[in-house]
């Protein structure tokens, strides 16, 4: 019952979204830091061919 009400909570968009993340760094070469906060709008921006590239320390 509660995994319901929360199902639909987030459907209505009465809960708030979380992502986990590091905070956004100051950009200021061409090579972008991208995080989860800024992904979607680095990475889905049609005005810019992006190619990403993912590592782990």
Known sequence: E?????ARGV???DHEQ????QPVPEQ???VKVVVG???ND???DDTK???IEF???
């Open 11 to 13: 459907a209505s968009g």
């Open 37 to 39: 906060k800024n992904f």
């Open 49 to 51: 061919d992006v190619l």
């Open 28 to 30: 200021t070469d061409d």
């Open 55 to 57: 590592y782990a320390p």
């Open 42 to 44: 680095i990475v889905n």
């Open 18 to 21: 979380y992502i986990k993340s």
């Open 2 to 6: 509660l995994l319901e009400e929360f």
